[in-house]
């Protein structure tokens, strides 16, 4: 664990020492002490270096046991081997924080990481808060603080910004000095043998100078502890990030179709969208992001005034609004009339408001001023194309005299670059987005609705499904003491029922006389599946025979169905046929399953049945546990709902049976770390309810299945 | 008509005559003789005006009757109402172009657009090439001619812009200004009362200072010359476009799957793809692509190299790559070699080439010249960060230095803009184009692919579909004689016989022993269908019974189906029903139909039948007439194409089957304008072939039959 009192002295140091600065400039060791000389830093520095002398009129401190006990931080540039000795020596002289920059650990292989988990022990044993190693180091505007080795100083500002690969800091900050983009904090993670994200995200929750954040990662290092702290964070600011990899994902042989279908950027997705983490695929976007979250109110609904000189530009807009998740706002009878009063006739009164070529700046105001008071109206969008008549500087005068009073987000978007250039200036200075086209305006309010809708929505019911977990487990035990990894339908019947499931009725006969005797007890029509602990893919033996309408019919399958199996599969042993009632006509097929995610445990699918999974790949994922809302979106959002909520006048099906047994299937996931798959498929769906037609359950080896319990 | 020589007017005028010129700065006919003096344009201006005296220097002409008969080009900015005269007087004098800038036309009603009407008329009568009205006017700058009111003149250069809307030109050119991008031409077209974007690719397909082509568009004037122009266009230089007004259409009821389903967007896509219009939606993506096609050769096939000296912005640029057409390209073991030879140990010798943050100018100069010579690589993006030892400016000279002598297209990605900013500097002017962000490097060589693929694609085969015009003209002239807007399958079959389709066997009955009859002569299994000419919704009324086994079955069919139809529908004469042979079990429902587009004519679909088209719109779309390779991509380019293939070891379906039915849609759209709508729904196909099993045409109103027969 890493305690406050340390983070606060990573990023709010009173002192500073540098072990490995140097006199000789382009050194690393040098543009450290450099770089915290210029950012006009007022704790005191101590150059660490084994000469005596000064550097960069400091005096040096020859041994790092000559620091005074208890400073702040120390920034660690020297070659990796001697790394340990001076964490040691550091540690020994109560030194809360340390940012490594030093590289030649993990990423370099074997002898690396030992060296890392060594000095990584040093630093939870002594509550060191441990940047790095391999970084960059990082930067604290509000406290003058540049302990890095970056070329450039951003100017301050309220965003914060950690990542995981060094190059890409250097790269942004380059990116940011050119955009006049402002920092609260800067912070390369390296190889973040201590602190990562979910560190970062905890400490920046509080940080009064920062309200919009914004990460770089590659993967997180610990899956669950994400989760709780980009929840709790998102709930305060605003978190936009990039996860890169996104491709090379998922490619490990499974067994089941879950297992083929969720791959470890769907467990991404589901995590960053159960969080509420904004999740963007570039940096344009990231920064985009962060502007809008920085400058502007979140809009409180969905509906978006556009307000143009033109029309070409406007339809662009209206084009990007119709493709988003915002709407053309109606505007209210008493808005139309208002402009009526004062617009010309030419000019259209219907969302894009065009209020013509030959607009002047008092135009453009009094427009704005009418529809912001629109209560249908959540987000207003200002569009100025430079036409002969535009009042550039004006226009943008009159937008941010307006903007600045409303609680509603204003956007601009000034077509152009030159002539409107002035304006645009005047409009970012005064803190309203503002674009030379509309599309990433139409986006940045669309986040921004979305995060608002989050944020509001109620908290989620607590949920308790019922269930019988010791009749569970000996299900799970039987098959361990089998040795086997998997448990088939007609073992697994046991484990259905003790989480109260609901299945077709179902019964074992292991001669033909006992499925006619079945089939009587069901009733007819009936369905025949083999029976057989290494038989999982029936239909690949001829193994299901649906629709039976009598003994005779029974008998028959029965007997084509145990010689057929035995013919094709030699090493199983047949227990006999499962009998089961024959679903009602006109059901759905939908497969619920899970597949336990290294990082973030159960990631819990939902999609249709047959090819709809398997060609179109049309699937929701969330990450167990889950809340009702979680089970309820994850069968909306699926591409193919309609079908499940009827076409050409059908019933829909029962949704609320679908959600309670999405939750069970979560529940199980939670209850069981030693499954590693689960799959329900097919679901059997109606208006009436549904029933779990067939099953299968992958068990983890044993040595996994105690990690699963851990994770 | 408008000839070449008028258009060269245009373009490359001798002599321009400005109607309305004033001496009074600010107004409209003053702006435009400043802007032509101010571009330096060489050949003679006369400034037309009732009051005599000078206008900026130059002598006034006091009556157009006054000016050279011949003249080039005429520019118009007096008031609506007197343009007409004006007109005449221009074609009096034999003027050969005329730019009318004057706004009041079509785009304020009825009295306006007659007046445009006749001035078009004047045009057309005459040979006058005339841009507008309602128009900015036009740029050219070889021709160092701006005859337009734009404010602002952009740099020579060989990209040429056309949009409809003026704001959008106003916009873009404040823009380029800004970022310095030169254009060749620039045109506002206005209300297109004459030339439109048709000319405008005709004639900057032979403009010799122009490589590559941009419009804005909201809508072609003629579908069918569109189709044309841009066809011969992209053969010889690329075209990029946005077409805006996405959203807002396909709007209309319509009574066939197809009609439902099919959107004058899709219209627009499928005219952009089949010209090789390069379809993109902002104004960003457009001058990006603009750039790429400007600078670089077109790389000859899919594989791209990223040389980056750091980890994340190379995995970025990897995610992109991923997700495009394009491949991370292999490496022969020759490169490899090579490379191994200089490159540090911990190097990355896999695609992306990381040669790490160290990496000098020379390093990267290496790297680049061993991996432009490998063969299997079609295309490098070279990625820098701004690292302490990158050397900007040395790298950005050797790339430039390498890149010039290759045929392979380099693109540069130097990550940031301050520090980064003066090495990007020198790549762009040497024709480099060069980002800050991989994303749109990647989106830009994708493009240029894209467009190389298809412009090297083999001319397609001349197609012959063998067909009885006459007896199909039959079926349809009997529908019209009976006052019916719809043919229903039983009355279908002639139609469908008459092109050679493959049907089921199918037959008549009138009576139930009829049935009986005609499903021994077909053989069981057979299906029932309700014939009525007044019911094309056969299932509505329960009137499809399948898998018919006997003649009991035929019998019980027949009545149960026929006294249905006459309780639900009693306006429906009831002709008996239609005995058909069934599809092979494991056969797959698809739809082949059209749809004739307002502007494009027949727009053909095609998609797997039910839920994949109603619910998830998974349809591919191609205008008439279609090459046999339209056929093969519309087929396996929809998302459930796999179904198709087959999926767990089905064997593929009969797509020649498929080609073939496509094919004959197609023709028969283009044969008899006089059909709306048609649509083959289900045609069921398996491996060894298809049927057409079901037929709906739609005709046209007659009056609306004559229209089509004319587009």
Request: aromatic share 0%; net charge neutral; charged share 0%.
């Given at each position: 664990m890493v305690s406050n009192k340390s983070l606060a002295a990573l990023f709010e140091p009173g002192s500073v020492a540098v072990i490995?600065?140097?006199?000789?400039?382009?050194k690393i060791g040098n543009i450290i002490v450099s770089n915290l000389l210029d950012a006009g830093y007022t704790g005191k520095i101590y150059p660490v270096n084994p000469d005596p002398g000064e550097i960069l009129g400091l005096p040096v401190t020859q041994d790092v046991a000559d620091l005074p006990e208890g400073l702040d931080l120390a920034v660690i540039a020297i070659p990796p081997a001697a790394v340990v000795e001076v964490m040691k020596d550091l540690a020994a002289r109560k030194v809360k924080a340390v940012a490594i920059i030093t590289a030649g650990f993990r990423e370099v292989g074997r002898e690396g990481y030992y060296l890392e988990e060594e000095i990584a022990k040093i630093a939870r044993d002594n509550d060191i808060a441990l940047l790095g190693p391999n970084c960059l180091g990082l930067i604290a505007t509000d406290s003058d603080l540049n302990a890095s080795f970056a070329t450039g100083y951003p100017e301050s500002g309220h965003i914060a910004f950690f990542s995981q690969s060094g190059a890409l800091c250097v790269s942004i900050l380059d990116w940011a000095l050119g955009n006049n983009i402002g920092f609260s904090k800067f912070i390369s993670l390296g190889n973040k043998a201590v602190l990562d994200e979910s560190h970062m995200l905890d400490y920046l929750a509080e940080d009064g100078q920062t309200n919009v954040i914004l990460g770089y990662i590659e993967g997180v290092s610990d899956g669950k502890r994400f989760m709780e702290s980009a929840s709790a964070m998102t709930m305060k600011k605003p978190v936009v990030m990039i996860k890169s990899?996104?491709?090379?994902?998922?490619?490990k042989a499974a067994s089941s179709h879950t297992g083929a279908i969720a791959g470890s950027d769907q467990a991404y997705d589901a995590a960053f969208r159960q969080t509420g983490v904004i999740r963007v695929h570039d940096v344009a976007s990231l920064f985009n992001l962060a502007t809008c979250f920085s400058t502007q109110p979140l809009p409180k609904g969905p509906n978006l005034a556009i307000i143009t000189n033109s029309g070409g530009p406007g339809i662009l807009a209206a084009d990007a609004t119709e493709k988003s998740g915002l709407n053309l706002s109606s505007l209210t009878a008493r808005t139309s009339k208002a402009l009526r009063e004062f617009l010309p006739a030419y000019a259209s009164l219907y969302n894009p408001i065009d209020i013509i070529g030959d607009a002047s700046a008092e135009r453009y105001a009094r427009t704005l001023e009418v529809v912001a008071k629109d209560e249908l109206v959540h987000a207003i969008l200002v569009l100025l194309s430079p036409?002969?008549?535009?009042q550039i500087k004006e226009t943008a005068q009159a937008v941010i005299e307006i903007a600045e009073k409303l609680d509603k987000p204003v956007f601009a978007c000034f077509m152009g670059d030159k002539v409107v250039g002035p304006g645009k200036r005047m409009l970012q200075d005064a803190s309203i987005p503002v674009y030379s086209f509309p599309e990433p305006a139409i986006a940045g309010i669309e986040a921004m609705y979305e995060y608002h809708e989050r944020r509001n929505r109620p908290a989620p019911a607590e949920l308790c499904i019922r269930r019988d977990i010791e009749a569970a487990r000996t299900v799970i035990a039987d098959a361990r003491e089998r040795n086997a990894l998997e448990i088939v339908e007609f073992q697994a019947q046991g484990l259905l029922n003790s989480y109260g499931l609901p299945v077709p009725k179902t019964e074992l006969a292991r001669t033909s006389q006992q499925a006619v005797e079945a089939a009587e007890r069901i009733g007819y029509p009936v369905v025949l599946k083999i029976a057989s602990p290494q038989i999982s893919h029936k239909s690949d033996v001829g193994g299901v025979r649906v629709n039976l309408q009598d003994s005779s019919e029974v008998v028959a399958a029965f007997m084509d169905i145990t010689s057929r199996a035995q013919r094709l599969r030699k090493d199983a042993f047949i227990s006999g046929c499962l009998v089961q009632s024959m679903a009602a006509s006109g059901s759905r097929e939908v497969i619920v399953g899970f597949k336990r995610d290294d990082q973030f445990g159960p990631l819990i699918i939902f999609g249709l049945g047959g090819v709809y999974v398997e060609v179109l790949k049309d699937i929701s994922a969330r990450l167990a546990p889950l809340t009702l809302d979680d089970a309820k979106q994850m069968i909306r959002e699926i591409k193919s709902f309609p079908v499940l909520r009827g076409v050409r006048g059908e019933q829909p099906v029962n949704f609320a049976a679908l959600e309670e047994i999405i939750l069970i299937m979560a529940q199980l996931a939670l209850d069981f770390p030693e499954i590693d798959e689960a799959e329900f498929n097919p679901v059997l769906v109606n208006p009436d309810g549904a029933v779990v037609a067939d099953v299968r359950v992958i068990l983890a080896p044993q040595e996994k299945a105690a990690e699963n319990g851990d994770a």
């Open positions: 490995g600065a140097s006199a000789t400039p382009g990899g996104t491709t090379a994902s998922g490619a036409t002969a008549s535009a």
